[in-house]
């Protein structure tokens, strides 16, 4: 199994993790000493290192991001492919919410593999999205909060 299946075995398990909360499933898709970077702007920029770090960054993430919203959808916009020693993919996350417009955030993420596990995880959003989503929180927060106290 190559580096793509492995970025896919994972993409599919963080998908699994996500629904059920269970991000230990992601577990073994990273070495003990991963490190997981976001490059862009607040409110997103963030590292992580470790596994049980990364692990934990991403229930925090997406219960406190995500999880807010009525729904998400993930589109792959291109890739995933081998690109000089990593694995990379553009993708658009779509956050839809009641009451509200779409969200939409885009990202590339490169994933680095020592052996068979990922050693180093990049998302990196680009500015613009960085303040796209500051300005929708700011015009759309409360109703995430109303949202958040009905589930």
């Known amino acids: 199994m190559g580096h793509l299946s492995r970025f896919v075995t994972y993409a599919i398990k963080f998908e699994q993790a996500y ?26 920029a963030a590292q992580h290192k470790g596994r049980d770090a990364v692990l934990a960054s991403f229930d ?17 916009l291109d890739g995933p492919e081998e690109r000089q020693g990593h694995v990379f993919m553009h993708w658009a996350a779509i956050y839809h919410l009641p009451g509200a417009p779409d969200l939409r955030i885009e990202g590339k ?6 052996g068979d ?5 990049e998302d990196e959003i680009p500015t613009e999205y960085g303040a796209h ?10 109703k995430l909060r109303v949202s958040a106290k009905r589930s």
């Open 60 to 76: 925090s993430a997406t219960r406190a991001f995500d999880k807010q919203f009525a729904s998400r959808e993930v589109l792959v």
């Open 117 to 121: 596990q990922i050693q180093r995880l």
């Open 133 to 142: 989503t500051l300005s929708y929180l700011a015009a759309h927060g409360e």
């Open 109 to 114: 993420t490169k994933a680095f593999f020592s």
């Open 19 to 44: 629904a059920s909360g269970e991000w230990a499933l992601v577990g073994p898709c990273f070495t003990e000493g991963a490190v997981y970077a976001v490059l862009g702007p607040p409110p997103f």
